[in-house]
């Protein structure tokens, strides 16, 4: 029997427009790049902040109205800033939450417990670190400053000093990370919130019943949507409640899901009927068709997450990062318990919090929950959690003021140049370990989340290398796909570079886009049944411009077959089905474009570079070597 162990997924990507990309890849990628406008924002405000003659406090404490007939809002321009453009960043937490648990690590019921326990014990120790440092200080109310993980910045950390490749961890952590944010906010709502009017609240709940009915009815329309989320949000914040509440709980209702094979033909015959008639009506139809190939969450988070990460928390870190420094201000925030008891419970609780969480559970479920990377990985990445800023410095400005509010800005601030230098220290402490313990701290051991539904079969599928190999590739392709002919290189490059490796072929010819690709498939089945598969694989990626019958009855002729039979297997698709059964086992595992990969059972969102593949196949390995 083959043996397979579950490790790290290495795949092409699940549709033909994101063959190089997944939706944690571009939520990682794209916060990564937010990290950095943080940072000058954050600079930018400490500059501004530190030239009286601009006044910054000032600038940001004047007043904005906006005006209906008799109906007036009126908020400082800070106020704008942070209970209103932060909606949409709480709006995109919720979109990332809904992601984990519909395709990410959450998906399994039960795999919700570990990152929910981490995230949870994330937030109780370092407030009860906090509490400590303030007890008797008058400053005990303002725990919540010490509670939440910047996301941006803990991925940016990861990006920077954390091991490459690293998409399990991330994930893991991003995972966390949602319970952590979600927690915050319902500490902001009723810890932080002021005196609650009732009728608002209940209105804004009417307005909610509203956009639900309209979710269900299948109305797609955003503006829609953003005229009910802008009433909501103004019933919410009459109500007294922080109306950051209603950017969460509208981005959980976004569901997230992969984009299916008979979907995108959809799309692709109205495409095409639009390019043989580009009419209105075509157009608008072909547009339906392409959004409805998407699900509500990638589509709105491909619209609002750049927003978010390139002009909302750069916006919300120029209009609350900026403190005056002097050097009374520096002395009053070292010997302050606001201060200390920010930066020792992010420093120190945070990366404490996550690790033992992560273990004890482990411990409890005797191993049946445990995370997917190794505990060196797992105090690594909590280490680089411990950096507080967005919703820290939210929650500051809500519980602080005056000198208070200065001491618990410095200390966040000095979170956010610590704790990358503290998590590079941990990785590099890791590095020094003997191998096979650095291979375990950082690996760990194999978890049973599998996202292959067919198992490899040796008696019907196509296998190159030995079939005892610890680590299993499988592809699902199409021999006329472009971005197939790309990868099979680096196929073939691992198949060099590892002896320890089975690769199995599976087909998935994209009938819409590729009109010769299921004839080469049925041609490449009729020279299996003569013995020649690879030979016909191998010929068939070679020449993908010459796919019309005629020329694989050449290739027939090459390869040395027995050419009446071939061509009489063709004409009378005697192979069909054994393409078909590829096909339908694709669709039970979700793949809807090519090349899709699978190692060992786990599906790939990242590139299929040979650096990504041999550096994913190399930690498979090194998995698999551990759990003999």
Request: aromatic fraction near 8%; glycine fraction near 8%; charged fraction near 20%.
């Amino acid at each position: 029997m083959h043996r397979r162990t579950d490790v790290d997924a290495v795949a092409g990507g699940r549709t033909i427009a994101k063959a190089t990309r997944g939706p944690l890849r571009v939520f990682v990628g794209t916060e990564t790049r937010g990290a950095g406008l943080l940072v000058a924002a954050a600079a930018l405000a400490l500059i501004w902040a530190n030239i009286p003659a601009l006044d910054y406090e000032a600038v940001w404490d004047s007043p904005l109205a906006v005006m209906l007939g008799r109906w007036q809002l009126s908020l400082p321009l800070r106020g704008w800033v942070n209970s209103g453009l932060m909606t949409f960043f709480f709006f995109v937490v919720g979109l990332e939450a809904r992601r984990e648990a519909d395709l990410g690590e959450l998906r399994q019921p039960r795999a919700v417990i570990l990152p929910l326990a981490a995230g949870l014990t994330g937030l109780a120790i370092p407030a009860a670190i906090y509490l400590c440092f303030t007890a008797g200080s008058g400053a005990a109310h303002g725990w919540g400053t010490a509670l939440s993980t910047d996301t941006a910045f803990a991925l940016g950390a990861l990006s920077l000093v954390g091991p490459r490749y690293a998409d399990r961890l991330r994930a893991y952590i991003v995972a966390v990370l949602v319970f952590d944010d979600l927690a915050s906010l319902i500490v902001i709502a009723v810890v932080y919130s002021k005196r609650i009017s009732v009728l608002p609240l209940l209105v804004a709940v009417g307005v909610f019943s509203v956009v639900l009915g309209v979710r269900a009815a299948g109305v797609r329309v955003g503006l829609v949507f953003l005229v009910l989320g802008v009433v909501m949000w103004a019933a919410v914040l009459a109500s007294g409640v922080d109306p950051l509440v209603v950017g969460l709980a509208t981005g959980l209702l976004a569901y997230a899901s992969p984009t299916r094979r008979t979907t995108l033909e959809q799309a692709s015959r109205e495409f095409r009927r639009f390019r043989e008639q580009p009419t209105g009506s075509h157009a608008r139809r072909a547009g339906a068709s392409l959004a409805a190939a998407v699900s509500p969450n990638d589509r709105l988070a491909a619209l609002w997450l750049p927003w978010t990460s390139y002009l909302v928390v750069p916006l919300f870190a120029l209009a609350n990062a900026g403190v005056a420094v002097t050097g009374p201000t520096l002395w009053a925030a070292v010997h302050s318990p606001v201060t200390l008891g920010i930066v020792v419970g992010y420093l120190i609780g945070k990366p404490l919090a996550i690790t033992l969480a992560s273990d004890l559970v482990t411990r409890l479920s005797r191993r049946r929950l445990r995370p997917p990377v190794g505990w060196g990985a797992v105090a690594g990445a909590g280490t680089a959690a411990g950096i507080g800023f967005t919703v820290a410095l939210l929650i500051a400005s809500l519980a602080f003021d005056g000198q208070l509010l200065q001491q618990a800005k410095l200390g966040i601030l000095a979170t956010v140049v610590a704790a990358p230098l503290l998590s590079a220290a941990v990785f590099r402490a890791l590095d020094a370990l003997p191998q096979r313990t650095h291979i375990r701290a950082m690996l760990g051991d194999p978890v049973d989340l599998v996202d292959l539904a067919e198992p490899v079969d040796p008696e019907v599928d196509h296998i190159r290398g030995p079939l005892d190999a610890p680590v299993t590739v499988v592809e699902y392709g199409d021999f006329e796909c472009p971005y197939c002919g790309r990868a099979e290189p680096v196929v073939r490059e691992l198949l060099r570079e590892f002896a320890g490796l089975t690769y199995v072929w599976r087909h998935l010819p994209l009938d819409d886009v590729h009109p010769h690709a299921r004839q080469a498939a049925e041609a490449s089945e009729a020279a299996a049944e003569q013995g020649t598969f690879w030979e016909m694989h191998d010929l068939l990626f070679q020449h993908q411009d010459k796919l019309d019958p005629e020329d694989l009855v050449d290739h027939a002729y090459q390869l040395g077959l027995d050419v009446a039979r071939f061509t009489r297997d063709l004409a009378e698709r005697r192979h069909a089905a054994r393409v078909d059964r590829d096909v339908e086992s694709a669709d039970v595992s979700a793949v809807g474009g090519t090349p899709t990969f699978f190692i060992n059972g786990r599906r790939h969102q990242g590139a299929y570079d040979i650096a990504t593949l041999s550096a994913s196949v190399k930690a498979a390995g090194a998995r698999a070597a551990m759990d003999l």
